[in-house]
């Protein structure tokens, strides 16, 4: 049996291939094909199965990350797309929280509201808090709306009553007559995607849940029909941003859920591998085409938030933390009208791409500075297949960037690169040394296409005393898929005090969360012994705005005073102290429904003779030392144990790790680098 993940990058799409039996690993990218994302995940499966001797029926698992969901919300390309809401709740979406992006820049703008207000339509009906019905729904007038809204030609529909959270009635009644009405619409309910306090959240979410789905659906209705006709008979996983994975009927109605997807495969793969290596406390450093990717993880877990921002709009759902910054191997460098040098967040993307790949990229790129210092290989990567154009980018580089700031190729090469590593460290700080975490208690895991590139000189500037590098670090993602197991999120609110009167309602508001949980882990068909729940309760101080998250194993009669506990510790965690002798306000329960998927071990390297370099070429090391005659290894020939003492260069398929004078490497039997750093 044998198992594929499939990872969707700006720039690539990686493939991984496992057998489910031994966990040998085989890797494969292609281009990505961003007009159409499913050819080149088809493409690359079927070349995978043909490079590999297979047939298509030896395949009985695909997981997926993809970035459709989130890109049709940065580019607007989402569905024409309405709003149905509660009389005098038109313009929720328009207020806000009165947050500007910028403080202080006037120039800056809030997000446009996914639905245009002609299209936010008022409903008669008000559920009050408690979901007692004041006034009942005017269902003639729903039908009005309907009949209005399907003339007008809109695509989808998002219905965000007040305090469907509480009781879902009203929603559930407008989703049934807006169905009948207009059949040929996407219908989002508040109460199914985000049944959760919070007015402004919970409609921002629902809406944009709204505005990508019938994008969503379209997209995957072609990558499984092209998953079919390449003979793969079992339905695919997508990875969603909790790093759980989900049906396809599932993502097809909370496609909102996929916003994070292949990078929360990445986390979820690195915490996998640090547990196994003995290395808990990770900080993870994905850098692709386009972006760089930073997380925590602590104590073997990832770091998870309830909410984040995608292009500037709320999204409120269980997810990976992760912080994005615009910083990959495409990034433009370019100079701003003071004519000082600046790197990214444009990209080149997968098209043109950097002007080295010879697909007639124009502008200078972090990749073109890393092929003109020759630490990327100058002739070739992708083992060879992907041929390289060194001269054109060393004539980017120096006409854009050297000859206008009257520098020297080499300087300006590293000047671009130092910008973007100084990026890419302050996106690290970020999440680390800003939340009260010792940087030098954490290693630096590096992976994505351009990630050991630039982890070295990154770990050093923050403090990191080691790297490490897991095998074909550009297809961790793809990797980390078939790590993870199906998983989705319940949540329900139930403001209260704590006390013990009302812990029976938190109780009975789990029992009902399990309901729900075990209806949906039998409709993606997990069976009974492979399910597992885990519950976690938002709770604050009487008097607060927002919540600590607090994990419960147990909620039996004695569990009240083992919250109460537990959630003094977490709010110390928190915000650095606790008052014990303040009431407690429980807000939101949630339970994650888990069902274990096989996965295949961690394959540890076979012994293999000492390695001697495979080749030697100059490479640029700033500077301090300039050009240097360096060995350069293939990765694949280094066998468990090795150590090399840089400088080296260390090229396999998927990316390549440059080490300084002086950085240290070692090989652990699982065929990870482990660099530290000088």
Same mark, same amino acid.
């Given at each position: ?328 191997? *495409?990034? !433009?460098?370019? #100079? +701003?009208? @003071? ?12 098209? %043109? $791409? ?96 351009? *990630?050991? !590139?630039?982890? #070295? +000189?990154? @770990? ?12 074909? %670090? $550009? ?119 888990? $069902? ?83």
């Amino acid at each position: 049996m044998y198992r594929v993940g499939v990872d969707v990058g700006g720039t690539f799409t990686d493939l991984v291939l496992i057998h489910g039996g031994d966990g040998t690993t085989r890797f494969h990218k292609v281009p990505s094909t961003p007009h159409d994302p499913s050819e080149a995940i088809a493409r690359g499966i079927v070349e995978l199965i043909e490079m590999n001797g297979l047939v298509p029926t030896d395949i009985q698992h695909i997981g997926h990350g993809t970035t459709v969901a989130t890109n049709l919300v940065i580019e607007g390309k989402g569905a024409r797309c309405a709003l149905i809401t509660t009389r005098g709740f038109r313009d929720v979406l328009d207020i806000g929280r009165q947050t500007r992006p910028h403080n202080f820049d006037y120039n800056v703008r809030k997000a446009e509201p996914m639905a245009p207000r002609k299209w936010r339509k008022e409903v008669t009906e008000r559920i009050a808090a408690d979901g007692e019905i004041l006034i009942p729904l005017d269902e003639s007038e729903v039908r009005r709306l309907a009949e209005e809204l399907k003339a007008e030609g809109v695509e989808s529909i998002a219905v965000c009553l007040l305090h469907s959270y509480r009781n879902a009635a009203h929603e559930t009644k407008v989703g049934e007559i807006l169905r009948e009405v207009v059949p040929d619409a996407y219908i989002c309910l508040s109460s199914e995607v985000l049944p959760e306090f919070r007015e402004f959240e919970r409609f921002s979410t629902t809406t944009l849940n709204a505005k990508v789905g019938p994008r969503m659906e379209s997209y995957l209705g072609r990558f499984l029909q092209r998953v079919q006709e390449a003979g793969v008979v079992h339905e695919p996983f997508t990875i969603h941003s909790n790093g759980g994975l989900m049906s396809v009927e599932a993502v097809r109605k909370f496609p909102v859920r996929t916003c994070l997807s292949g990078p929360a495969a990445g986390v979820v793969g690195a915490a996998t591998v640090g547990r196994a290596i003995g290395r808990p406390n990770l900080v993870t450093f994905d850098v692709g085409g386009t972006s760089t990717d930073v997380s925590l993880i602590v104590d073997g877990e990832a770091m998870f938030s309830s909410s984040r921002s995608v292009a500037g709009y709320p999204v409120k759902t269980p997810m990976v933390d992760i912080h994005v910054i615009g910083a990959g191997g *495409g990034s !433009l460098a370019w #100079l +701003d009208d @003071a004519g000082s040098l600046k790197v990214g967040p444009q990209s080149a993307g997968a098209v %043109p $791409g950097p002007v080295g790949y010879g697909k007639g990229g124009e502008r200078a790129t972090i990749t073109d500075a890393q092929i003109s210092l020759h630490r990327l290989n100058p002739v070739s990567v992708l083992d060879g297949k992907f041929p390289i154009y060194a001269d054109a980018a060393k004539q980017a580089v120096r006409e854009q960037v050297a000859e206008p700031l009257q520098l020297d190729l080499e300087t300006a090469a590293e000047g671009i690169i130092r910008i973007a590593n100084a990026n890419m460290s302050r996106a690290i700080r970020s999440v680390s040394t800003e939340r009260g975490y010792d940087l030098s208690e954490f290693a630096l895991f590096a992976y994505g296409g351009a *990630g050991p !590139l630039h982890a #070295l +000189d990154v @770990a050093e500037e923050c403090g990191i005393p080691t790297v490490i590098i897991p095998p074909e %670090p $550009g297809n961790m993602c793809a990797r980390g898929i078939l790590l993870t197991d199906i998983s989705f999120d319940f949540v329900g609110s139930e403001i209260l005090l704590v006390e013990p009167a009302t812990w029976n309602r938190i109780q009975q508001r789990f029992a009902a969360l399990r309901v729900s949980a075990d209806e949906w882990l039998a409709a993606e068909d997990v069976a009974p012994e492979h399910r597992s729940y885990q519950c976690v309760i938002d709770a604050r101080y009487v008097g607060q705005n927002f919540e600590v998250q607090v994990a419960m194993e147990h909620l039996d009669e004695g569990s009240l005073d083992l919250f109460v506990e537990a959630f003094h510790e977490a709010h110390k965690k928190e915000y650095g102290y606790n008052v014990p002798t303040r009431q407690i306000e429980i807000i939101n329960c949630r339970m994650k429904a888990i $069902g274990a998927v096989s996965k295949a071990p961690l394959a540890s390297l076979e012994p293999k003779e000492p390695t001697q370099p495979d080749d030697t070429r100059r490479v640029y090391f700033g500077s301090t030392h300039g050009w240097l005659p360096t060995d350069v290894y293939r990765r694949a020939n280094l066998g468990p144990g090795v150590k090399i003492v840089g400088p080296a260069v260390v090229e396999e398929m998927s990316s390549t790790t440059v080490i300084r004078p002086g950085q240290r490497l070692e090989v652990d039997a699982y065929g990870n680098l482990i660099v530290h750093i000088a």
